[in-house]
């Protein structure tokens, strides 16, 4: 038998379509191809409604934490002095970490914006959102966290705070995205975790050890908007030419 024996039939005018090639085969293309387009849409509804908030800093932690914790009402304090020293502040849009974030920037000067998810559980809009913009896709809307942020402030959180803290951390040491402040706030929650990647990760050969340093460990709400404003003092919140190419090919 040749090799061109060994080709499908493929079904003429009036005959039965092969197997998978029917109308379900086809709609099912049809859905992924709108699907990409949907994705598309979210891309450039959110870059087009985020373009002019500009300088902002991006505030990732606990949906599950309410507005009695000291994590939420240092949350509120921070994004305040963000909001008021002139940043825009991101955040989830959620409740927790993300509603104090919210919160401290409406009441600020600077917009409050909430990149909010569709999820089953655990994701009801604040009310305390300038801008607001939901996303059906993750890494629609985990890009336009990095997309936007001039710094990265990290509450305390679990897996999805985890999750976009080693995000930001990866994209930064393999310089897929500009060096920009990562702040973890809180020595007591997170200096465990600092002190496994200096005595495993680090002492293992798994990072360097200058890797540690793009890491900052804060407590104080005033001092996290001081190293912001010191990492930039002799170059301006301004894109620099070879980081908008970076974030245009992130």
């Known amino acids: 038998m040749s090799a061109k024996d060994k080709l499908p039939n493929i079904a003429g005018p009036g005959s039965a379509a092969p197997p998978g090639q029917g109308m379900t085969g086809t709609s099912g293309t049809a859905r992924e191809a709108w699907r990409i387009f949907g ?3 979210e891309f450039v509804e959110a870059t087009d409604r985020l373009n002019a908030v500009r300088p902002a800093v991006s505030i990732f932690g606990s949906a599950r934490i309410g507005p009695d914790s000291p994590h939420y009402l240092l949350t509120e304090t921070i994004a305040r002095l963000l909001s008021d020293a002139g940043f825009g502040v991101i955040s989830g849009g959620g409740p927790g970490v993300m509603e ?3 919160k401290g920037a409406y009441a600020g000067k600077s917009p409050s914006v909430g990149l909010n998810i569709q999820l089953p559980m655990e994701q009801k809009s604040n009310p305390y959102q300038d801008i607001s913009q939901t996303f059906r ?6 890009y336009m966290f990095v997309r936007f942020a001039s710094a990265y402030v990290v509450m305390p959180g679990g897996f999805g705070t985890l999750d976009e803290l ?3 951390l990866t994209l930064i040491q393999t310089n897929k995205s500009p060096r920009i402040p990562l702040i973890l706030v809180g020595s007591a929650f997170w200096g465990g975790l600092i002190d496994w990647f200096r005595t495993r990760l680090v002492a293992e050969g798994t990072i360097s050890p ?3 340093d793009l890491i900052q460990l804060i407590d104080e709400p005033q ?4 190293a912001i404003f010191k990492h930039y003092e002799r170059r301006g919140f301004e894109r620099l030419p070879e ?3 970076l974030l245009l090919n992130l």
């Open 100 to 102: 104090a974030a919210n």
């Open 137 to 142: 896709h993750f890494f629609a809307r985990k």
């Open 243 to 245: 980081e908008h190419e």
């Open 223 to 226: 001092a996290v908007v001081a």
């Open 210 to 212: 200058e890797d540690m």
């Open 166 to 168: 080693l995000e930001a």
């Open 39 to 41: 994705i598309m849409s």
